[in-house]
């Protein structure tokens, strides 16, 4: 497993969200985090690993699945 890019890892993280029927904005939200944090993101800045844990926490969407591919364990 290779990792990738920020923009890569966003594309990761943005099928998962889908998946949930989730938007951005509702899982800043229910991760406590600023909605910029993640369209920084989107935009090629890596979240800090604390905001990872929280998105990880929030929504089941591991940081090895943002890093790695959904399918990551």
């Known amino acids: 497993m290779a990792l ?15 998946e949930m029927g989730l938007s951005d904005c509702a899982v800043a939200r229910k ?13 090629g800045s890596w979240p800090t690993i ?4 929280k998105i990880e926490k929030a929504t089941g969407i591991t940081i090895a699945q943002i890093l790695y591919g959904p399918d990551a364990k």
């Open 31 to 43: 991760a406590g985090i600023y909605p910029s944090i993640i369209s920084r993101w989107r935009d």
């Open 50 to 53: 604390r905001s990872m844990e």
């Open 4 to 18: 990738y890019s920020s923009q890569k890892a966003y594309e990761n993280y943005a099928i998962l969200r889908d």
